[in-house]
């Protein structure tokens, strides 16, 4: 393991972060707002640590894909445990738990909330705790590769072991000019919503943290009923379009970019995607139709429910808690199912599904054949073995994961809706469950165990599990692979 190649990619990002945390200072300052100060305290230190241990690169800058991995987790631990002193300092997150427990949810882009009420923080810290969502959308590494020059060789560890998916592909050569493009799109997206909503009446602090929430499908608004509180179908249009298109695999944009329509037309995950979103939205629509007043009404809000859901942004603009019970397993199961692979969505992602369904559908097959060899293929493209053998490994681990969690949040005794969804919704990133996690409440009333659990959840579904695991893997640390 190369430590000293770790501390310096990790001195880099800190660095970074330092320099974040002056734009919620400058936001305090236009607001007139006297919480400026404690942005400026720990981008001061963020800053000092990068003079010491990120300034000067090591003389052997090799990495591994085992380092790739740890530098990953460390990096979200670090940014997430450095960018909760805002809210500790300012007191206006009194307890560190649970101002480490909101930053994780930002950078993770879970949108899971300990705050009872929201609208009585300041508007730099409402700013600063959705900006995270940006950030952490399309991962905080990717951020740091953008702005900084990382040794080219090493640069696609740090991709693969970040960017959601069960393949990790380049849309260029070079790792770099991939994270300069994908943060290009991202931009841009993000600009086109902000400058939408204005034109719908937001102003100009409510456009930014709702982009922000939309962009990174994160779901933190600065109002208690979140998109909700605007009552507008204009507002509920744009919202929903965006949390949708955010979902969407971004090499795909690429393709658009250089008019290359054809493998958008064929990319089954997709057409899978936008299936999922149709046939959950008209059996929700039908299922809710007698809530509303009209059936137009009922798709509004179905239609925007599903999206929040399945992209993991965690919006709302009704409570769907009390809907009926087929309208709700149906969110439970596209909590379960997620947005696109290399998307700022997740879940377990829609890819790996499509992988599965056609594993069983090959074993079946050779079940009725026994001599017939099948080939799986996913938008025309063999998937390898290795990947096969991973995607199984992966929901082993996933399962194994979900029902410890489970077990150590039961003990906090609350009804099985609240404690199932609870974790299924931090480790997918989605932000609201059911019962006494859904639309309307929070998770500020579990005990410090099942916040440490909910922390540690989020952070590894956003790291789709494995990266963060090497962490903790002593293994790891004495053996190249």
């Known amino acids: 393991m190369n430590v000293k190649m770790i501390r310096y990619i990790l001195g880099k990002m800190l660095g970074v972060e330092g320099v974040l945390l002056l734009l919620p200072a400058f936001v305090s300052l236009l607001l ?5 100060v404690y942005f400026l305290v720990p981008s001061v230190l963020l800053i000092g640590i990068y003079l010491i241990s990120g300034m000067k690169a090591p003389e052997n800058r090799t990495i ?4 790739g991995m740890v530098i990953v987790a460390g990096a979200w631990i670090l940014w997430s445990l450095f960018g909760a002193l805002p809210f500790a300092l300012s007191d206006s997150i009194p307890n560190y738990l649970d101002a480490l427990f909101e930053t994780i949810s930002g950078f993770t882009t879970t949108g899971s909330s300990i705050l009872k009420d929201v609208e009585a923080l300041p508007k730099s810290m409402l700013f600063w705790r959705s900006f995270t969502h940006w950030v952490g959308g399309m991962g905080v590494l990717v951020f740091v590769m953008v702005l900084t020059k990382l040794d080219k060789k090493n640069t696609m560890y740090l991709m693969k072991a970040e960017v959601p998916g069960p393949e990790k592909d380049k849309l260029v050569p070079k790792a770099m000019d991939t994270a300069r493009i994908l943060y290009g799109m991202y931009l ?3 600009l086109i919503e902000v400058v939408l909503l204005l034109l719908g009446g937001m102003n100009v602090l409510d ?14 608004s600065n109002y208690g009923a979140s998109v909700g509180h605007f009552n507008s179908a204009y507002i509920d249009g744009v919202i929903t379009v965006f949390m949708i298109l955010f979902g969407v695999n971004f090499n795909l944009y690429f393709f658009l970019l250089m008019r290359e329509f054809k493998p958008i037309w064929k990319n089954e995950e997709l057409r899978a995607y936008l299936g999922i979103i149709a046939a959950a939205t008209l059996i929700i629509t039908w299922n809710i139709s007698f809530h509303y007043a009209n059936p137009l009404q009922a798709f509004r809000y ?3 429910q599903v999206g929040s859901i399945i992209t993991t942004t965690g919006y709302a603009t009704a409570d769907y808690t009390i809907w009926p019970m087929l309208s709700q397993c149906i ?7 997620g947005a696109c692979a290399s998307s700022t969505g997740g879940g377990i992602k829609v890819s790996r ?9 090959r074993e079946v097959k050779q079940m009725a054949h026994p001599k017939s060899v099948s080939i799986i293929r996913v938008n025309g493209r063999k998937v390898e073995a290795d990947v096969l053998k991973n995607l199984s490994i992966y929901f082993m681990a996933y399962a194994g994961i979900v029902g410890l969690s489970i077990l150590i949040v039961s003990l906090d005794n609350r009804d099985f809706g609240t404690t199932f969804s609870s974790v299924l919704t931090t480790i ?3 932000g609201p469950g059911i019962g006494l996690v859904g639309p309307s409440g929070n998770f500020a009333d579990f005990s410090p165990l099942s916040k440490i659990v909910f922390c540690l959840d989020m952070l590894a579904g956003r790291l789709e599990i494995f990266p963060f695991l090497m962490l903790f893997t002593m293994t790891a640390w004495n053996r190249k692979f």
């Open 32 to 36: 007139r707002e006297a919480e400026g």
């Open 64 to 67: 591994y894909g085992k380092e």
């Open 188 to 190: 841009g997206m993000t």
């Open 207 to 220: 456009s930014f943290i709702h982009a922000f929430g939309t962009a990174g499908t994160g779901g933190f």
């Open 302 to 304: 179905a239609v925007f």
């Open 331 to 337: 969110l439970m199961m596209l909590m379960i199912i």
């Open 353 to 361: 599904f499509l992988m599965l369904l056609k594993c069983i559908k």
């Open 428 to 430: 997918n990133n989605i």
